[in-house]
Each structure stands twice: as C-alpha cells, then as structure tokens.
C-alpha cells in the first residue's frame, strides 16, 4: 500500500510580492530509481499525467483531477525492454488527437561505447486501445549510451524524435568521436522505418538539452563537456549556429527561460547552479550531483524563477529542492521548497497539473525512490 502523504511548505522572502507556497504530496514511495520524467495527457481526459522512465519498467500515473489527497494510480506501459536499465522519456501530442505519442530509452549501459547490442536502445511505444493496458514496443535505430530525448516541432505537421547519447562510439574518458545526436522524423506507419538524420557530432560528454519553438526557426541548447552549442533548424536541417552558452565550462543541465536567460548545472553532475544573461552569476555552489533545472514563472511575476533540485547529501548533510527569484536589483533570493531528506532529486518537470492556472512542480527521487508533487498554493 502506497502512502499520501502531505507537507505545507511556505517559504517567506520579504523581497517578494508573494511567499511561495507548496504542498508536497507523494505519488508513489516505491519506485526503483526514477530516471527521467515526462508529463502529457495520456488518456485524453484533457488533464495531464505524470509519465516515468523507471528501472525497469515504463509507467504513467493518471491525474485524479483532484490535488486534495486522491491517489494517482499507477499503470504500466512496458518492462524489461532491455537487460540494462531504462534511462528517458519523451512525450507529446503528435498527431494532435489530444493524446501524447510517448518515445522510452533503454540498455543504459554507459561503460560500453563500441558496441550497440550491449549499449543504448530507443523504442517507440504504441498504444492499446486501453492505455491502461500494455503498450507495444517499436524497436528503432539507436547509437551507444542513448541518455536523453525530447519531441521537436521543426516545421508545420513536421516532428521529430532528438535523442542524445551521453558518448560516442568508442568514447573514452570523454575523449574520441563526438556524440552523434540523431533527430528521427516521426512516420505516418509507426511500425515502419524511422527516417533518421545527424543534428551534430562535435561534443563530448553531453548530459541534457533543451528545445525552443518560440521564434522563426526551433532551436537547440547542448550541454556538455564544452559548454551548451547552440544549433537551429535551418532549411530543412540542423545547423551550427556558431552560438554557445558557457563556452568551455563543462555543462549537465541546461534550461532557457525568459527574459532571456539560460540556467545550468556545472560541471555534469556538479555543485553550481549558474545563470547566463548579461555575465554569468552562480547562484549556489552547495549542490552535490545537480541533476535537475526546471525554469518557469511558477509565482506569475512576468520572469521566469529557476527550479532545481540535487541526488546527493551536500556538505550540510542536506538533499532537496530549491527555488531562486530574481530580484529587481538583479540579484537572486534562494527559496527552500524541499529541505527534508524527502526527495534525493533525479528529474524535475513543471505543469499545471489541477488547471488552476498555476504551474506545480513534479520530481522523482533517485535515493529516496519517490515521485513527489510540489502543489503551487503561493496564488490562492
């Protein structure tokens, strides 16, 4: 039997027009490790559920409707898709039925560079009928150490499938080929073949990125060994854009937010969180393996706070996650959402989960084995 439990956190900042105020709610207190989230409306009930790439299995939970204490039951999608690990997860409505196409990756395996059996897998999910029930598996194309993917609109009624491997073939100590990060064009015959097509293939060690659709042509932040390159979609491809963000500052998460600014954990894995937007400003170094960045206007101000959360005890024995604020005089106000031993963050996503206009937060939990929701109150 699976727990509710709730805690009130209200975190006062006189700098602020409101206090934050979020109720912690567990989802589920017995996953495996919880690798990467993804939230989308899986049953076309038009309200979002929370979907995870666990251990071994593939899994959505469905939203209630509800943020007063209904559970979220637990549905499982897939299992055992590889004898190794699953380690992400996209979704996103693509053929705009209301309901989300969902993409898995698995065989985590990020010792093995050279050899694709042993190493990274992708598969498309088709759905049942009953997306309560399982899902089959379309195994496609993949390169070594498959680590993260997201959905891409590039163009009009044109998507893809943008998965990035932590290494290259035959990679070493982060040294060798580059990661080649592949954008797979999404077919009108699922089952079929996958067109496949080189984003780039220049990094090393790359961790996270993210996707914008907000201007003329979508664009691509990567972070990695080098820094975040930025690339765009420019006449029917992926282009260099010649733009980076932390040039040779080795980069793990990567998030861009307004007004114009981009957030990042440094180095992979690291202990800093740093923002870019005029000069660079590191906002905490007291992380130990940040592992997640979230950057939303959770408190409705007009500019985007920065969400994010680490795996490991810090030097203060302390896990969790944290929220900053900018401030009018350009500085930042560090706001404690999660400072229990509750949640060891793995991933982080942000949505209005109960449609009260408000963004609420959602994390997994590596070492505490836990999905968390972080309800947004601050706004009544």
Request: include cysteine; glycine fraction near 10%.
């Amino acid at each position: 039997m699976k727990k509710i439990l709730f805690l009130l956190v209200c975190v006062a900042g006189p700098a602020l027009a409101q206090s934050p105020t979020f109720k912690i709610q567990v989802i589920d207190n017995q996953i495996d490790i919880g690798y990467g989230l993804a939230i989308g409306d899986v049953d076309g009930d038009r309200k979002p559920d929370i979907l995870m790439a666990d251990q071994k299995e593939i899994v959505w939970y469905r939203n209630p409707g509800s943020k007063t204490g209904e559970s979220w039951k637990r549905h499982v999608m897939a299992s055992n898709l590889t004898p190794e690990d699953n380690v992400c997860i996209a979704a996103r409505d693509i053929d705009g039925d209301g309901k989300v196409e969902v993409a898995v990756g698995a065989g985590w395996n990020p010792a093995e560079t050279n050899d694709t059996t042993k190493s990274g897998a992708v598969f498309y999910l088709i759905r049942p009928k009953d997306p309560t029930q399982t899902w089959e598996p379309v195994r496609l194309h993949h390169e070594v150490t498959t680590h993260r993917m997201k959905w891409a609109k590039v163009a009009n009624n044109r998507y893809q499938l943008i998965v990035v491997p932590l290494h290259g073939r035959g990679n070493k100590n982060g040294e060798g080929k580059g990661v080649k990060i592949l954008a797979y064009d999404f077919p009108k015959n699922q089952r079929g073949p996958w067109k496949t097509s080189l984003v780039d293939s220049t990094l090393h060690v790359t961790h996270n990125f993210e996707i914008w659709e907000d201007g003329p042509q979508t664009r691509m932040v990567i972070g990695s060994k080098e820094g975040g390159k930025i690339v765009a979609w420019r006449n029917g491809r992926w282009q260099d854009t010649g733009e980076w963000v932390g040039k040779g500052d080795g980069i793990g998460e990567i998030r861009r937010g307004k007004p114009n600014l981009v957030a990042a954990v440094e180095p992979m894995h690291g202990n800093k969180l740093v923002v870019y937007q005029s000069n660079p400003i590191t906002l905490t170094d007291k992380m130990n393996q940040g592992h997640a960045i979230v950057v939303e206007d959770f408190l409705r101000m007009g500019k985007d706070q920065i969400a994010v959360g680490w795996r490991n005890p810090n030097a203060d024995k302390k896990i969790g996650v944290r929220l900053f604020v900018p401030q009018a005089n350009g500085s930042w106000q560090e706001q404690v959402l999660d400072d229990s031993v509750m949640m060891a963050c793995e991933d982080l996503q942000a949505a209005d989960l109960d449609g009260d206009g408000d963004l609420d937060l959602i994390a997994s939990g590596r070492a505490t084995l836990n999905v968390l929701v972080y309800w947004n109150q601050t706004i009544p």
